[in-house]
C-alpha cells in the first residue's frame, strides 16, 4: 500500500515541483521588470553583451539559415515538381522562413550558443560567492547581471532572425535557379506576391518573445547554481534543455495567438 501511495503522489510532487519552478521564473521576472523600470541602465555592460549575442551568433545564425533554405528549397522541388507547381517553391520558401524556420532555428542556435554561456558564467560568479561580493558593494544582481543580457538579448534577436530569413532566401534563390533552373522572374515573382509586411512581423515578435524566455531561463539557472564546478555544468546543461523545450511550446501557442492578427494568406 506505502508503494502505490507513493508511485501516486509522483505526478502531484512532480506538478508541484513544476509549479514551484515557474514561480521562481515569475519572481526573476518582476525583479528584472523593477530593474528595467527603476535600476540603472549600464550602456557598457549592454553594449559588451550584444558583441557577445549578436555579434557572436552571426556565423552559426547565418550558416543554419542559408543551408535550411537550400533544403527546404530542394525538399519543396522534388515534392512539387510531381504537381506540375515547382515554379511556386519560392512562396512557400519565403512564407516558411518568416513564419516558422527563421525564428525557431536561429532561436535553437541562441539557446544553445548564449544560454549556456550566460548560465555558466553567472553560475560561476554565484558559486565562487562574487554575487555575494556584488551586493555587499551595493549593485543588485539582477540589475548588474541580468538586465545588460535582457536588453542586448530583445535588440540582437530579431535582428538574428532578419539574417537568418535574408540569408535562407538568398540560398533559395541560388539553389532554384541554379540547380532546378527555375526561372528567377517566376521564383521572384511568387516570393512578393506571397510574403508581406505581416510574414516579417510574425517572425520578429516570436524572436522578441524566444529571447526573453532564453535570458530568463539560462540566468535563473545561473542564479540558482550551487555545489560548485558540478552545479555549474548542471545549471548549463539545464539552462538549454530548458530554453529550448520552453521556445518549442512557446512557438507553437504563439503561432496559434498571432494567426489571429497575421492571418496566414490562401493564396498558396
Given amino acids: 500500500m506505502d508503494v502505490l501511495l507513493g508511485f501516486l503522489a509522483l505526478p502531484g510532487r ?4 513544476y509549479l514551484g519552478y515557474l514561480g521562481q521564473l515569475g519572481a526573476l521576472m518582476g525583479e528584472l521588470w523593477e ?22 551568433s552571426q556565423a552559426v545564425v547565418l550558416v543554419t539559415g542559408a543551408f535550411t ?40 542556435m541562441v539557446t544553445g550558443r548564449v544560454g549556456a554561456s550566460m548560465a555558466a558564467e553567472i553560475g560561476t560568479l554565484k558559486v565562487s560567492e562574487q554575487i555575494d561580493a ?6 543588485h544582481p539582477v540589475d548588474y547581471l541580468v538586465l545588460p543580457r535582457f536588453l542586448a538579448m530583445v535588440i540582437s534577436m530579431p535582428l538574428l532572425i532578419a539574417e537568418c530569413i535574408v540569408l535562407g532566401l538568398v540560398a533559395s534563390v541560388l539553389v532554384a535557379t541554379c540547380v532546378f533552373e527555375i526561372p528567377f522572374a517566376w521564383f521572384w515573382e511568387h516570393v512578393r506576391d506571397h510574403t508581406n509586411l505581416e510574414d516579417l512581423s510574425f517572425g520578429m515578435i516570436k524572436g522578441f518573445v524566444f529571447g526573453i524566455l ?10 540558482i547554481a550551487s555545489n560548485g564546478a558540478v552545479g555549474v555544468g548542471l545549471g548549463t546543461t539545464r539552462a538549454v534543455v530548458y530554453s529550448s523545450l520552453a521556445l ?21
Wanted: positive net charge.
Fill in 69 to 108: 533554405g537550400a533544403v527546404f528549397t530542394a525538399q519543396s522541388y522534388f515534392k512539387f515538381k510531381d504537381f506540375g507547381i515547382e515554379s511556386t517553391v519560392g512562396g512557400i520558401v519565403s512564407v516558411s522562413l518568416c513564419r516558422e524556420l527563421g525564428p525557431v532555428l536561429a532561436g535553437l
Fill in 214 to 223: 532564453i535570458v530568463v531561463i539560462s540566468c535563473h539557472q545561473g542564479l
Fill in 248 to 268: 518549442l511550446v512557446a512557438n507553437f501557442f504563439l503561432t496559434m495567438f498571432l494567426n489571429y492578427f497575421f492571418p496566414l494568406g490562401t493564396a498558396l
Fill in 35 to 56: 530593474s528595467l523600470t527603476k535600476g540603472t541602465l549600464r550602456l557598457r555592460l549592454m553594449a559588451e553583451q550584444m558583441v557577445m549575442i549578436g555579434y557572436g
Fill in 14 to 17: 512532480a506538478f508541484l515541483n
Fill in 134 to 139: 556584488l551586493r555587499v558593494m551595493g549593485a
